[in-house]
């Protein structure tokens, strides 16, 4: 099983499928980890807030793969922006991992109402540049806020990580990232569990139809879009089933009708009016 690779615009390459620790127990998370890397996951994405990015760097050191063989991705939690404390959150970050770099680190959500992420985002150009992080992005950034740093920063952000799976669909914002060069990565990709994603026909049918399960049929939709997508699981079978997408293609017809599903339905916050 090959996942495909896609480049960055400062070069460097992402693992298009990877593991999401949202919501992973830190208990269970060497374990589960563990799991995905035996499976053949490559790319993980944690962030400081989920408080288990400890269980990832112990799954990671013993799992023996060579460090450039591994896509780590991290994200600085909105308390920790501004560039005084961003320092310590990175740093605090690569220790409970284990490691002296991340692949990408990206600032976790905008907080419009701190005013703080252009001054943010300097400093995550400054931590690129020492080889604290390969590669830096964004995550629950819209448009307005991206304006703002393609006006007054040096870097294009690598990606933006916001939530997208069918029924929320962002095809706006893509096209804005996709004419700017920044890579889509989908969080919630099979919705959160939070609607009957898997119970909709353009789904289920495709499900039927190829042999497989209504989420690997999502996972390939996403795929097919050319989105970077990390399903989380805390069950092993799922997490084998999740990346067991490689044999089968959808067809054009079956595309689109999941593409159809679209009807603006967000299952998290807002990111132009969260203030956690
Ligand atoms: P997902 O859309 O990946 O959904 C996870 C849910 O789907 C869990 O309840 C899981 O159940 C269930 N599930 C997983 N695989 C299957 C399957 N094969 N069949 C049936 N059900 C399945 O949501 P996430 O929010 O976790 O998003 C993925 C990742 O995105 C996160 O882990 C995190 O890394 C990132 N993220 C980033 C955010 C941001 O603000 N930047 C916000 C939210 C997530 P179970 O675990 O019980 O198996």
Redesign the pocket.
Known sequence: MTVPQITLNDGHTIPQLGY????VDPEETERLVSLALETGYRHI???AVYGNEEGVGRAIASSGIPRDELFITT?LWNSEQGSARARAAIETSLEKLGLDRVDLYLI??PRPDLDLYVETWRQLETFRDEGLATSIGV??FHRPHLERLLAETETVPAVD?V?L?PAFAQTELRTYLDDHGIRTEA???????KYDL?GEPAVSDAAAAHGV?P?QVVIRWHLDHGTIL??????PE?IA??FDVFGFDLTADEVAAIDALDRGQRV?SDPDTATF
């Open positions: 999401g620790v949202f919501k994405d944690t962030a994200k976790h959500w995550s629950n990580q939530e799976h969080w919630g990709p099979l919705g959160q569990g898997f399960t989420a990390f399903p989380k699981s805390s069950t799922r089933q999740n998290g």
